[in-house]
Protein backbone atom coordinates (compact mmCIF):
# COMPACT_ATOMS: atom_id res chain seq x y z
CA UNK A 1 0.00 0.00 0.00
CA UNK A 2 1.26 3.33 -0.79
CA UNK A 3 0.63 6.34 1.39
CA UNK A 4 0.00 9.53 0.23
CA UNK A 5 1.22 12.56 2.57
CA UNK A 6 -0.69 15.27 3.64
CA UNK A 7 0.86 19.01 2.89
CA UNK A 8 2.08 18.98 6.73
CA UNK A 9 3.44 15.47 6.86
CA UNK A 10 5.75 16.47 3.57
CA UNK A 11 6.75 19.42 6.14
CA UNK A 12 7.69 17.80 8.92
CA UNK A 13 9.89 15.16 5.87
CA UNK A 14 11.42 18.36 4.58
CA UNK A 15 12.52 18.85 8.23
CA UNK A 16 14.26 15.57 8.34
CA UNK A 17 15.50 15.61 4.64
CA UNK A 18 17.22 18.85 5.98
CA UNK A 19 18.92 17.13 9.06
CA UNK A 20 20.07 14.11 6.04
CA UNK A 21 21.23 16.40 4.04
CA UNK A 22 23.14 18.58 6.54
CA UNK A 23 24.69 15.23 7.99
CA UNK A 24 26.12 14.35 4.86
CA UNK A 25 27.29 17.72 4.11
CA UNK A 26 29.07 17.87 7.21
CA UNK A 27 30.41 14.08 6.77
CA UNK A 28 32.02 15.64 3.54
CA UNK A 29 33.57 18.27 5.48
CA UNK A 30 35.46 16.32 7.97
CA UNK A 31 36.40 13.08 5.24
CA UNK A 32 40.15 12.56 5.10
CA UNK A 33 42.72 9.87 4.32
CA UNK A 34 43.55 7.87 7.06
CA UNK A 35 40.31 8.02 8.84
CA UNK A 36 38.40 5.01 9.74
CA UNK A 37 35.11 4.23 8.82
CA UNK A 38 33.97 3.94 12.46
CA UNK A 39 35.22 7.23 13.33
CA UNK A 40 33.23 8.80 10.29
CA UNK A 41 29.98 6.88 11.45
CA UNK A 42 30.51 8.09 15.45
CA UNK A 43 30.89 11.71 13.58
CA UNK A 44 27.37 10.75 11.78
CA UNK A 45 25.28 9.63 15.36
CA UNK A 46 26.76 12.29 17.03
CA UNK A 47 25.70 15.09 14.93
CA UNK A 48 21.99 13.59 14.07
CA UNK A 49 21.54 13.61 17.84
CA UNK A 50 22.91 16.18 19.09
CA UNK A 51 19.86 18.10 16.38
CA UNK A 52 16.94 16.14 18.08
CA UNK A 53 16.92 13.57 15.16
CA UNK A 54 17.77 9.88 15.14
CA UNK A 55 19.82 7.47 12.88
CA UNK A 56 17.19 5.26 11.41
CA UNK A 57 19.93 3.01 10.44
CA UNK A 58 21.13 1.90 13.32
CA UNK A 59 19.30 -1.19 14.67
CA UNK A 60 17.53 -1.84 11.91
CA UNK A 61 16.94 -5.12 11.36
CA UNK A 62 20.00 -5.68 13.83
CA UNK A 63 21.69 -3.34 11.52
CA UNK A 64 24.81 -2.14 13.63
CA UNK A 65 26.21 1.58 13.15
CA UNK A 66 24.13 5.16 12.07
CA UNK A 67 25.77 5.07 8.01
CA UNK A 68 26.35 2.25 5.52
CA UNK A 69 29.83 3.28 4.26
CA UNK A 70 31.09 1.48 1.07
CA UNK A 71 34.52 2.29 -0.71
CA UNK A 72 35.43 1.31 -3.75
CA UNK A 73 34.22 -1.79 -5.15
CA UNK A 74 31.53 -2.12 -2.36
CA UNK A 75 28.23 -1.24 -3.61
CA UNK A 76 26.21 -0.51 -0.44
CA UNK A 77 25.58 -1.17 3.23
CA UNK A 78 29.23 -1.27 4.06
CA UNK A 79 29.44 -1.32 7.93
CA UNK A 80 31.62 1.18 9.63
CA UNK A 81 34.84 -0.72 10.71
CA UNK A 82 37.80 0.76 13.28
CA UNK A 83 39.87 -1.83 10.75
CA UNK A 84 38.72 0.27 7.97
CA UNK A 85 40.75 3.17 6.72
CA UNK A 86 39.96 5.62 4.48
CA UNK A 87 43.03 5.93 1.97
CA UNK A 88 43.77 8.17 -0.59
CA UNK A 89 42.09 7.79 -4.02
CA UNK A 90 38.93 6.18 -3.37
CA UNK A 91 34.94 6.93 -4.12
CA UNK A 92 33.51 6.08 -0.66
CA UNK A 93 29.76 6.44 -0.58
CA UNK A 94 28.32 7.30 2.60
CA UNK A 95 24.46 6.34 2.88
CA UNK A 96 22.56 8.05 6.41
CA UNK A 97 19.07 7.99 7.35
CA UNK A 98 17.82 10.04 10.16
CA UNK A 99 14.18 9.80 11.86
CA UNK A 100 13.02 13.52 13.28
CA UNK A 101 9.78 13.79 14.31
CA UNK A 102 8.61 10.41 13.69
CA UNK A 103 9.43 11.28 9.71
CA UNK A 104 12.28 9.62 7.68
CA UNK A 105 14.97 11.16 5.40
CA UNK A 106 16.87 8.62 3.53
CA UNK A 107 20.07 9.97 1.02
CA UNK A 108 23.44 8.77 -0.12
CA UNK A 109 26.60 10.37 -1.74
CA UNK A 110 30.03 9.31 -2.68
CA UNK A 111 32.94 11.10 -1.37
CA UNK A 112 35.98 10.99 -3.98
CA UNK A 113 39.04 11.29 -1.05
CA UNK A 114 42.34 12.60 -2.66
CA UNK A 115 43.67 11.71 -5.75
CA UNK A 116 40.80 10.18 -7.41
CA UNK A 117 41.39 8.58 -11.02
CA UNK A 118 39.81 10.42 -13.93
CA UNK A 119 37.68 6.90 -14.53
CA UNK A 120 36.37 6.87 -11.07
CA UNK A 121 35.45 10.13 -10.62
CA UNK A 122 33.66 10.13 -14.34
CA UNK A 123 31.73 7.07 -12.41
CA UNK A 124 30.85 9.25 -9.93
CA UNK A 125 29.59 12.37 -12.17
CA UNK A 126 27.44 10.03 -14.46
CA UNK A 127 25.69 8.40 -10.99
CA UNK A 128 24.83 12.00 -9.72
CA UNK A 129 23.26 12.62 -13.54
CA UNK A 130 22.07 9.60 -13.50
CA UNK A 131 19.44 10.82 -10.34
CA UNK A 132 18.98 14.22 -11.97
CA UNK A 133 17.83 12.45 -15.35
CA UNK A 134 15.48 10.23 -13.28
CA UNK A 135 13.86 13.42 -12.09
CA UNK A 136 13.86 15.20 -14.91
CA UNK A 137 10.07 14.75 -15.71
CA UNK A 138 9.05 12.78 -13.14
CA UNK A 139 5.56 14.38 -12.04
CA UNK A 140 1.60 13.72 -10.68
CA UNK A 141 1.21 10.73 -13.20
CA UNK A 142 4.14 9.18 -13.92
CA UNK A 143 4.67 5.54 -14.31
CA UNK A 144 7.39 4.81 -11.67
CA UNK A 145 9.31 2.57 -14.58
CA UNK A 146 10.22 6.23 -16.14
CA UNK A 147 13.02 6.48 -13.47
CA UNK A 148 14.46 3.08 -14.07
CA UNK A 149 14.31 3.78 -17.24
CA UNK A 150 16.13 7.31 -17.33
CA UNK A 151 18.57 6.14 -14.81
CA UNK A 152 19.59 2.74 -16.99
CA UNK A 153 19.49 4.85 -20.10
CA UNK A 154 22.24 7.30 -19.12
CA UNK A 155 24.16 4.67 -17.32
CA UNK A 156 24.48 2.20 -20.16
CA UNK A 157 25.14 4.99 -22.73
CA UNK A 158 28.04 5.78 -20.46
CA UNK A 159 29.21 2.34 -20.64
CA UNK A 160 28.36 1.73 -17.23
CA UNK A 161 25.93 -1.25 -15.50
CA UNK A 162 23.12 -0.80 -13.10
CA UNK A 163 22.56 -2.78 -9.99
CA UNK A 164 19.24 -4.63 -10.23
CA UNK A 165 19.55 -6.55 -7.05
CA UNK A 166 18.41 -3.77 -4.76
CA UNK A 167 16.15 -0.75 -5.35
CA UNK A 168 14.92 2.83 -4.14
CA UNK A 169 11.30 2.34 -1.83
CA UNK A 170 8.79 4.55 -0.96
CA UNK A 171 9.35 6.68 2.49
CA UNK A 172 7.57 8.27 5.02
CA UNK A 173 7.14 7.25 8.95
CA UNK A 174 9.52 4.08 8.01
CA UNK A 175 11.92 3.99 6.14
CA UNK A 176 11.10 1.44 3.38
CA UNK A 177 7.61 1.80 2.39
CA UNK A 178 6.05 0.79 -1.17
CA UNK A 179 6.52 1.24 -4.13
CA UNK A 180 10.02 -0.34 -4.92
CA UNK A 181 12.08 1.81 -7.62
CA UNK A 182 14.00 0.15 -9.62
CA UNK A 183 17.03 1.37 -11.59
CA UNK A 184 15.83 0.02 -14.60
CA UNK A 185 13.22 -0.66 -16.87
CA UNK A 186 11.08 0.36 -19.27
CA UNK A 187 9.52 3.54 -19.76
CA UNK A 188 5.59 3.41 -19.35
CA UNK A 189 5.35 0.32 -16.90
CA UNK A 190 4.88 0.26 -13.43
CA UNK A 191 2.44 1.92 -10.77
CA UNK A 192 1.94 5.88 -11.37
CA UNK A 193 3.18 8.43 -9.22
CA UNK A 194 0.79 10.40 -7.50
CA UNK A 195 1.13 13.92 -5.60
CA UNK A 196 1.70 13.42 -1.92
CA UNK A 197 3.71 10.51 -2.71
CA UNK A 198 7.62 10.41 -1.12
CA UNK A 199 10.09 8.23 -2.63
CA UNK A 200 13.90 7.30 -1.99
CA UNK A 201 15.14 7.32 -5.83
CA UNK A 202 18.91 5.30 -5.55
CA UNK A 203 20.99 4.32 -8.67
CA UNK A 204 23.93 2.27 -8.28
CA UNK A 205 25.99 2.23 -10.93
CA UNK A 206 29.02 0.00 -12.03
CA UNK A 207 31.84 0.56 -13.70
CA UNK A 208 31.68 -3.47 -14.91
CA UNK A 209 29.35 -6.01 -14.69
CA UNK A 210 25.96 -5.27 -12.80
CA UNK A 211 26.29 -8.55 -10.80
CA UNK A 212 26.76 -8.10 -7.39
CA UNK A 213 27.89 -10.88 -4.41
CA UNK A 214 26.69 -10.32 -0.69
CA UNK A 215 28.86 -10.45 2.22
CA UNK A 216 29.39 -12.79 4.88
CA UNK A 217 28.66 -10.32 7.48
CA UNK A 218 24.80 -10.10 6.37
CA UNK A 219 25.17 -6.58 4.95
CA UNK A 220 27.95 -5.60 2.84
CA UNK A 221 27.14 -6.22 -1.46
CA UNK A 222 30.40 -6.07 -3.14
CA UNK A 223 30.77 -5.70 -7.41
CA UNK A 224 31.16 -9.15 -8.47
CA UNK A 225 33.88 -8.26 -10.76
CA UNK A 226 35.77 -6.05 -8.41
CA UNK A 227 35.33 -2.90 -10.11
CA UNK A 228 34.39 0.29 -8.51
CA UNK A 229 30.59 1.06 -7.89
CA UNK A 230 29.15 4.43 -6.79
CA UNK A 231 25.57 5.29 -5.01
CA UNK A 232 23.60 8.60 -5.12
CA UNK A 233 20.65 8.97 -3.57
CA UNK A 234 18.00 11.38 -2.67
CA UNK A 235 14.67 11.21 -0.79
CA UNK A 236 11.91 13.48 -3.30
CA UNK A 237 8.27 14.21 -2.99
CA UNK A 238 5.40 14.36 -5.76
CA UNK A 239 4.42 17.91 -5.66
CA UNK A 240 1.60 19.47 -8.00
CA UNK A 241 4.56 20.90 -10.31
CA UNK A 242 7.04 17.85 -10.59
CA UNK A 243 9.55 16.56 -7.51
CA UNK A 244 10.89 18.60 -4.80
CA UNK A 245 14.26 16.80 -3.50
CA UNK A 246 14.06 16.91 -0.02
CA UNK A 247 17.50 16.06 0.75
CA UNK A 248 19.58 18.30 -1.41
N1 LIG B 1 19.55 3.60 2.85
C1 LIG B 1 19.40 2.20 2.62
C2 LIG B 1 18.28 2.03 1.64
O1 LIG B 1 17.99 2.94 0.95
C3 LIG B 1 19.13 1.43 3.84
C4 LIG B 1 20.29 1.04 4.58
S1 LIG B 1 20.03 -0.45 5.30
C5 LIG B 1 20.26 -0.28 6.93
O2 LIG B 1 17.66 1.02 1.54
F1 LIG B 1 20.02 -1.36 7.49
F2 LIG B 1 21.49 0.12 7.12
F3 LIG B 1 19.45 0.60 7.39
CO1 LIG C 1 17.28 4.30 0.52
Redesign the pocket.
Known amino acids: MIKIKTEREIALMRESGKLTRDVLNYLESKIKVGMTTKELDKLAYDYIVSHGGYP??LG??G?P?ST?ISIDDMV??GIPSNDIVIKDGQIVSV?V?VILNGWQG?A?RTFMVGNVSEEKRRLVEITKECFFKAIENLCDGSPVGNIGYAVQTHAENNGYSVVRA?T??GIGQE??EDPSVPNFGRRGTGIRLKKGMAI?I?PMINMGTYQVKFLEDG?GVVTKDGKPSAHY?NTVAITDNGVEILTL
Open positions: SFYQYACVHDGDALGHMHAEWE
